[in-house]
């Protein structure tokens, strides 16, 4: 089973039915949208993990739509091209797509190169892409590994820290504790739900003392947790 969310953005229905039943059919959570607005609309509501870029759109084009998005993110985009022409290629990775597929294409290689640039961006942001999270009350720094809370210093252990930075980093995202597990664990950890609770319960206390205006880990009842920084007085 593969996680992840995928937004194809598409105007030719048969093209992008195909695409959505081949990557659903391997465990990716798919939307699919037709102009280039809505695209940049479901981008910041919905927070995907990777975006298929058809170029020649309504209303916003793909060139824009990648430009848009590269100027406040690092997600992955893979450009679907009309021509196997080298210019749009070229121009592509320039405006920040990870890889491009040139139509007409097979569903399956398309898959396989989702597969590989969501393995090379997994690996790209544990080496550091993003370096600092900063909210109103809390930072997060990866590279010094510390954590501030208003300004004060908390201490963190390592684990605690590699669970915040992965659900602060993918802020709106609802993770499951099996997910998290494997990916601050690691697959080889015999822990259970319970560690990810003991955990997220220390997180809290020292993220959000009593007094704190910020809530930040969200219980999602039947799935696991969230980040997001929300008033206090907005409790699960
Ligand atoms: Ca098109």
């Given at each position: 089973m593969q996680y992840g969310r995928i937004l194809v953005v598409e105007d030719e229905p048969n093209v992008s039915e195909l695409v959505a039943l081949y990557l659903s059919r391997e465990g990716f959570e798919v939307r699919v949208v037709e102009d280039g607005e809505m695209a940049l609309e479901e981008f910041a509501t919905w927070h995907p993990d990777l975006i298929v870029l058809d170029?020649?759109?309504?209303?916003?084009?793909g060139w824009e739509v990648c430009r848009r998005i590269r100027a406040r993110s690092h997600t992955p985009i893979i450009m679907l091209t009309a021509r196997t022409d080298d210019l749009d290629r070229i121009l592509g990775l320039e405006m920040g797509a990870d890889d491009y597929v040139s139509k007409p294409f097979n569903p399956r290689e398309l898959v396989a190169r989702v597969r590989a640039v969501l393995r090379r961006s997994k690996g790209a942001s544990s080496t550091g892409s993003q370096a600092v999270i900063r909210l109103p009350e809390l930072e997060i720094d990866r590279e010094r590994r510390s954590v501030h809370v208003a300004g004060q210093e908390v201490r963190l252990t390592p684990k605690e820290f590699d669970l915040l930075w992965l659900l602060a980093s993918n802020p709106g995202r609802a993770f499951n504790r099996q997910e998290l597990l494997e990916h601050v664990?690691?697959?080889?950890?015999?822990?259970?739900d319970r560690t990810i609770d003991v955990h997220v319960k220390r997180l809290r206390r020292k993220l959000e003392?009593?007094?704190?205006?910020y809530r930040y880990i969200h219980t999602v009842w039947g799935v696991g947790y969230r980040f997001e920084a929300v008033p206090a007085e907005d409790d699960d």
């Open positions: 170029l020649l759109l309504p209303r916003i084009d664990w690691g697959f080889d950890f015999f822990g259970n003392p009593q007094d704190h205006p």
